[in-house]
């Protein structure tokens, strides 16, 4: 597997499956350009990606402002002047019952979840026809089935599932193959970022860790997954599931 040559923007690379993928792509030729809202963080995926001889593109910013999606398309090609891979991973959660949502946190969710991805998508488009590249859109298990808690993340999963099948079949033409990513419960520090105390995430894993057989995820496995659906030719438009299990125990 190489992506020797290849640019790869990847939102949300500050820490987790972010970083993770980061590193991954680096250990395989990639250029990169990384996204993230934690300067220090983010530089800290960058060195370690440099360490594997990437030349790496940092871009600051929060994707719940419009006028960054665009950005982080725009720096991407002016620096590298090529798009091959578009990883939309950066998400947030909501640390409150559903009953005390407020509309501002409704669409906070909305913005980062399903409005970023989709316009990121929009504006990478005419990039990924000129390479036949491809989109991974990291979304969750949450959103395959039903649980209580995080319903409007649940449901805007669900949202950015839909859409990945829907701009598959637009992009097919192109021979841009776009595809998902579902993971259940992941070790990284979305539900800190998300406004859980760490105390919380350990409460989440230790409820959820009976529901998967083979242990809860590494964010290791989740960009050998993403990387996978990269280098598949004739996979475009599926939502995958890398649970651990998790579908079978409930």
Do not use: W
């Given at each position: 597997?190489?992506?020797?040559?290849?640019?790869?923007?990847?939102?949300?690379?500050?820490?987790?499956?972010?970083?993770?993928?980061?590193?991954?792509?680096?250990?395989?030729?990639?250029?990169?350009?990384?996204?993230?809202?934690?300067?220090?963080?983010?530089?800290?995926?960058?060195?370690?990606?440099?360490?594997?001889?990437?030349?790496?593109?940092?871009?600051?910013?929060?994707?719940?402002?419009?006028?960054?999606?665009?950005?982080?398309?725009?720096?991407?090609?002016?620096?590298?002047?090529?798009?091959?891979?578009?990883?939309?991973?950066?998400?947030?959660?909501?640390?409150?019952?559903?009953?005390?949502?407020?509309?501002?946190?409704?669409?906070?969710?909305?913005?980062?979840?399903?409005?970023?991805?989709?316009?990121?998508?929009?504006?990478?488009?005419?990039?990924?026809?000129?390479?036949?590249g491809c989109?991974?859109?990291?979304?969750?298990?949450?959103?395959?089935?039903?649980?209580?808690?995080?319903?409007?993340?649940?449901?805007?999963?669900?949202?950015?599932?839909?859409?990945?099948?829907?701009?598959?079949?637009?992009?097919?033409?192109?021979?841009?193959?776009?595809?998902?990513?579902?993971?259940?419960?992941v070790m990284?520090?979305?539900?800190?970022?998300?406004?859980?105390?760490?105390?919380?995430m350990d409460?989440?894993?230790?409820?959820?860790?009976?529901?998967?057989?083979?242990?809860?995820?590494?964010?290791?496995?989740?960009?050998?997954?993403?990387?996978?659906?990269?280098?598949?030719?004739?996979?475009?438009?599926?939502?995958?599931?890398?649970?651990?299990?998790?579908?079978?125990?409930?």
């Amino acid at each position: 597997m190489s992506f020797s040559g290849k640019v790869v923007i990847i939102t949300g690379a500050s820490s987790g499956i972010g970083a993770a993928t980061a590193i991954a792509f680096s250990k395989e030729g990639a250029k990169l350009s990384i996204c993230g809202r934690n300067k220090e963080r983010l530089s800290e995926t960058a060195k370690e990606c440099q360490e594997n001889g990437a030349e790496v593109l940092e871009i600051i910013g929060d994707l719940l402002e419009f006028e960054h999606l665009e950005h982080c398309i725009d720096k991407t090609v002016e620096k590298f002047s090529a798009i091959d891979v578009l990883i939309n991973n950066a998400g947030r959660s909501l640390a409150k019952p559903f009953e005390n949502t407020e509309e501002t946190d409704f669409d906070m969710m909305f913005r980062i979840l399903v409005r970023a991805p989709v316009f990121l998508c929009k504006y990478a488009l005419p990039h990924l026809k000129k390479t036949k590249g491809c989109v991974v859109n990291v979304s969750s298990v949450a959103s395959l089935c039903t649980k209580i808690g995080d319903l409007p993340y649940q449901m805007f999963k669900c949202a950015l599932n839909h859409f990945t099948k829907g701009f598959a079949a637009e992009c097919s033409p192109f021979g841009i193959r776009v595809n998902s990513i579902n993971p259940a419960v992941v070790m990284t520090r979305f539900a800190e970022t998300s406004g859980f105390s760490m105390e919380v995430m350990d409460k989440v894993v230790e409820r959820f860790k009976n529901n998967h057989p083979l242990g809860i995820i590494q964010p290791e496995t989740i960009a050998a997954g993403i990387m996978f659906l990269c280098t598949s030719p004739h996979i475009t438009g599926i939502l995958l599931p890398v649970d651990s299990g998790f579908l079978g125990t409930i």
